[in-house]
């Protein structure tokens, strides 16, 4: 690596100093023979001299140093903090036979040794014995009853009732009802828009009513997500012709309106039903349990699915119904013994299907031609070698069917042609413009809908198509993704006035999220970013890939809402026919650790073992990665059993990483920013980029990195800037200036007081108020922030190699070289000032990238790095960092001082977390955390460190392929 470089650690392999030349020279003799080369060296020769000469000088200059102040400081806080924790270590020692001995909390010991050594079984056998809140009550079940006869009455009821009567779920009615009664398992498959997630649970509840078992009954459906949980809630509610809160409520994260304990229905997400199990095991809150749209294999529904089969058994009282769309309802019966189905049919109009055969007959078009193939050492390259599988898989899909058709005559030489090129498999939005002129110049008035992989697809779509061919006046078109709100969501599903075309342009989140009824064409790209877990390279990775046939069978569905529709597939009937059936399950295709810590804390015994049982099981190696990482983490310890710090992340609603962030916000005292960035990390952070405006809105963010390269500072600063507006009556005003979502920033300021309520539950805050005095001594020392976040997402270190033009490229131990992800305040900076990035997500698309990044300084990463091994090396000694090749080097004195000072904050973590409670800011714990604030305050600039500096280069022997 160049000098140029600046502060950049030393390699291990470091030249050797010429100690005999250094000590007989004078400087500026010393300066002309570091000038002088050996003879005899010819071409990548003196530069390979130049560039080892260079790193020797880089010993000299990047030495890692204190003050002599601060060395002095830090030794006499060790000196007084030892006493205490080597006593805290060492006491009661003679009780080594008490694993757990160091708990002094007694309450807090009791929780904890319940969980590590409690049985599932165990506690719904207990669970069974305790009194169930759904006790015969006769007096209620006749008030309840009169309740229900007198609604019936109601106009408003009636006409509701003369609605739903129409729907295919209302004829099914008493069929649903009989078998329910005879089975305690059923499963209840139906197509979108059958009336089964708002009848099934009302039919039950008015059976019940009606019959006088009000008092006894209490039913809770689920919904896979939040918005879902809520609109049907109220649906059904207006259905009831009440307000909610009375036969019918709803409870998702952070927000309920609560039915009554008797006689109702309460809709909630998964994960709310898997909290109650916590708390009630066997479920005896609650005598039906619905699981609706379990067809999207979510992970929680997967594991509520499983942890269910081991409750009823013992509640053979309880009725379970498993609800899924028409995809794959015979797994859930064959799962649940080949328990009783039945099927609701649908209500869509007949839907006619184009494929690309047909799409190339009514168009003029024509697909780039194929790239030369390669010669030479090109055709061995991994790459090439790719793209040479693809293209025989390719000519074996496609060649039996082109003489099929050429057999049937059914399309002219130049489709047959068409279909013949290998790039005909590519995404074209050329082609897909094209057929959408096609579809305005010649069908009826109709939405149009088109199904993208990705953002930058509907991006570019969009751009494609703000010419002259498409005026305002004429046409409206509306992006649809998640990240990339429109001016107002609402407007997508009005009808456009007469005479303009609605055109939406989605990704698969218009699949079955939302309806948007006016849709008769449907353009289906035929594509889907599916995020997976790739457990050989252990990577994340978004790629677009083709949809399962399930997935196609929505969209089209898409088409037919409200009369006869057409669906353009842009692939060839013979692609679809190498479909998978249904997209993978979600456990399938992600990693395990929350997962893992709910098996432990809900005590489902080894992980394996339990895994094992659920309906598709995941990969072992996947199992063995989440299993690592938590060990990591010090959640769980050698033999899989929570540690108290894996009892503490186990009860936070947060993944493990963000969780050990929260609580060490908490016990350094920098709540506000710490819990605003891990809920900007854990929920999905406010940011969004529209249409046209991508550099107005990343100067935005810049802006609010406050110049500290950090995505993860920009996040708090939002949230922080968003709640001080929201004090003075504008955040509205701040929102739209800023290009943030004022519902996001809402939910996640809600987080940050919800995060305060579970730690101040544990002991570890005072108040359930984020904004605490107490808990905010350290809020603006945004050194001590950066810290606390690599320390919660450590190991995710990445070290800058290279700035380009394009940006900067950076290394990780595990994949190489990694891009930084456009979307970060870090993408295009010229420069750093640390060559080292802390980051949460790191994902493979078009290449691998680091979303959001931190640059950290040196002391910030010694300060995370809880197992960083120190070497004697050629007199200095040597700080290894991770996997990387890059070392820190440092004189004996700071060595031992450093092992000292993460000895002692390990002992006082080990103390807090297994003896919960505020730090004593005025004790030794104040003065040893204040010695940590000091050491990690200190820039790599104070040191004698420099910044990375632009158009700096790649050593020649550390270049990757990229």
């Given amino acids: 690596m160049s000098h140029r470089h600046g ?132 007096n209620l079940d006749k008030i309840l009853q009169d309740e229900y006869k007198e609604k019936q009455s109601q106009n408003d009821y ?135 749209e379990i067809h999207e294999r979510t992970t929680e529904s997967d594991f509520v699915i499983t942890l269910l089969k081991q409750v009823i058994p013992k509640r053979t009282d309880l009725k379970v119904l498993l609800m899924s769309a028409t995809l794959n309802a015979e797994s859930f019966s064959k799962y649940y013994n080949n328990c009783p189905m039945l099927h609701i049919p649908g209500f869509t109009f007949p839907v006619k299907e184009f494929y690309l055969e047909d799409i190339l007959s009514l168009l003029d078009h024509k697909f780039p031609e194929p790239p030369p193939e390669p010669t030479g050492y090109r055709k061995h390259l991994k790459r090439y070698k790719e793209q040479q599988h693809k293209k025989e898989e390719f000519l074996d899909v496609i060649q039996p069917y082109v003489r099929q058709l050429i057999a049937e005559k059914k399309h002219d030489i130049r489709v047959i042609q068409q279909l013949r090129n290998p790039l005909s498999e590519d995404l074209s939005l050329i082609l897909i413009e094209k057929l959408v002129r096609y579809i305005c110049n010649t069908k009826d008035p109709g939405a149009i809908l088109i199904f993208l992989p990705g953002m930058m697809d509907i991006s570019n779509l969009c751009k494609m198509m703000l010419g002259p061919d498409y005026p305002s006046d004429k046409y409206i078109i509306y992006p649809l993704h998640s990240r990339m709100p429109t001016v107002d969501q609402k407007l997508i599903f009005r009808e456009p006035p007469r005479g303009v075309r609605k055109i939406i342009i989605a990704t698969s989140i218009a699949e079955t999220s939302i309806t948007i009824e006016d849709v008769v064409y449907v353009i289906d790209s035929g594509r889907t970013k599916f995020g997976k877990f790739d457990v050989e390279k252990n990577i994340q990775t978004l790629e677009p890939e083709w949809v399962s046939l399930a997935n196609a069978k929505q969209r089209r569905g898409r088409a037919g809402r409200v009369k ?136 935005k963010k810049l802006e609010l990195s406050m110049e500290q390269f950090s995505d993860h500072v920009a996040l708090a600063e939002a949230l922080r800037r968003y709640e001080a507006t929201r004090q003075r009556g504008n955040a509205r005003q701040f929102c ?52 606390i976040v690599c320390a919660g997402l450590y190991p995710n270190v990445a070290v800058v190699r290279k700035i380009t033009k394009n940006g900067p490229i950076a290394w990780t131990p595990e994949d190489g070289s990694v891009r930084i992800h456009p979307s970060s305040v870090n993408s295009k900076v010229p420069s750093f000032p640390s060559q080292y990035l802390t980051y949460f997500t790191k994902q493979r698309s078009t290449a691998i990238f680091l979303h959001d990044t931190t640059c950290i300084s040196v002391p910030m990463l010694l300060f995370a790095g809880q197992n960083m091994s120190i070497r004697r090396e050629r007199g200095y000694y040597v ?48 003065d040893l955390l204040n010695a940590i604030i000091q050491l990690v305050s200190q820039t790599n600039q104070e040191m004698g460190f420099d910044n990375m500096r632009e158009n700096a280069s790649l050593d020649e022997d550390s270049t990757d392929e990229y």
């Fill in 879 to 926: 700080i290894n960092t991770l996997n990387f090749s890059e070392n820190i080097i440092c004189e004996s004195n700071t060595a031992e001082m450093i092992q000292e000072l993460q000895r002692a904050l390990n002992s006082l973590l080990e103390y807090k977390i297994t003896n919960p409670a505020m730090v004593s800011w005025s004790t030794f714990e104040g």
């Fill in 736 to 787: 739209r200036d800023y290009f943030l979502s004022f519902n996001t920033l809402k939910l996640l300021s809600e987080m940050k007081t919800q995060f305060a309520q579970y730690l101040c539950e544990m002991k570890f805050l005072d108040s359930e108020n984020p904004s605490d005095k107490n808990a905010n001594i350290n809020s603006d020392n945004i050194a001590l922030i950066k810290a």
């Fill in 7 to 138: 502060f950049r650690g030393i390699p291990h392999s470091f030249a050797r100093r010429n100690r005999e030349e250094q000590s007989q020279s004078s400087p500026s003799q010393r300066g002309m023979a570091h000038n002088r080369r050996p003879p005899g060296l010819r071409g990548k020769e003196i530069g390979l001299y130049y560039r080892n000469k260079n790193r020797e000088r880089q010993k000299e200059t990047s030495m890692l140093k204190f003050s002599h102040e601060v060395q002095q400081r830090i030794e006499a806080i060790l000196n007084k903090s030892k006493s205490f924790y080597d006593s805290f270590s060492h006491e009661n020692s003679n009780l080594g036979h008490d694993k757990y001995h160091k708990i002094h909390d007694i309450q807090f010991k009791r929780k904890f040794l319940n969980i590590v050594y409690g049985d599932m079984q165990e506690n719904i056998a207990k669970a069974m014995n305790l009194t169930s809140k759904l006790q015969r009550n006769s």
């Fill in 564 to 699: 006869s529709g057409e669906c353009y597939h842009m692939y060839t009937k013979a692609r679809e026919m190498t479909f998978a059936q249904y997209p993978l399950p979600e456990m399938l295709r992600t990693r395990l650790e929350e997962v893992i810590l709910q098996i432990k804390i809900l005590q489902l015994g080894k992980v394996k073992q339990f895994l094992a049982t659920v309906m598709d099981p995941p990969d072992l190696k996947a199992i063995h990665l989440s299993l690592n990482l938590l060990e990591t983490l010090n959640a769980l310890d050698e033999h899989e059993n929570l540690t108290p710090l894996g009892y503490h992340l186990a009860h936070l609603p947060l993944d493990p990483r963000t969780g050990k962030m929260i609580l060490w916000g908490a016990l350094f005292s920098c709540a506000e920013p710490i819990f605003a960035i891990a809920a900007s990390l854990t929920f999905k952070d406010a940011f969004y980029c529209p249409l046209g405006k991508e550099e107005i809105a990343n100067s």
């Fill in 158 to 292: 009636q006409n509701m009732l003369a609605f739903r009567s129409k729907l295919p779920a209302y004829k099914k009615k008493s069929e649903i009802l009989q078998l329910i009664e005879d089975n305690q398992v059923v499963v209840i498959s139906g197509e979108t828009g059958c009336g089964k997630t708002t009848q099934v649970a009302q039919f039950i509840l008015d059976d019940e009513l009606e019959t006088g078992n009000g008092s006894i009954t209490r039913i809770v459906c689920t919904q896979p997500r939040r918005i879902s949980a809520i609109s049907v809630a109220e649906r059904v509610a207006a259905e009831r012709a009440e307000k909610l809160g009375k036969s019918v409520g709803y409870q998702i994260r952070l927000e309920k309106i609560s039915s009554r304990e008797q006689g109702s229905i309460l809709f909630c997400t998964t994960g709310i039903l898997l909290q109650f199990m916590k708390i009630d095991p066997a479920l005896k809150s609650f005598s039906h349990v619905i699981l609706d």
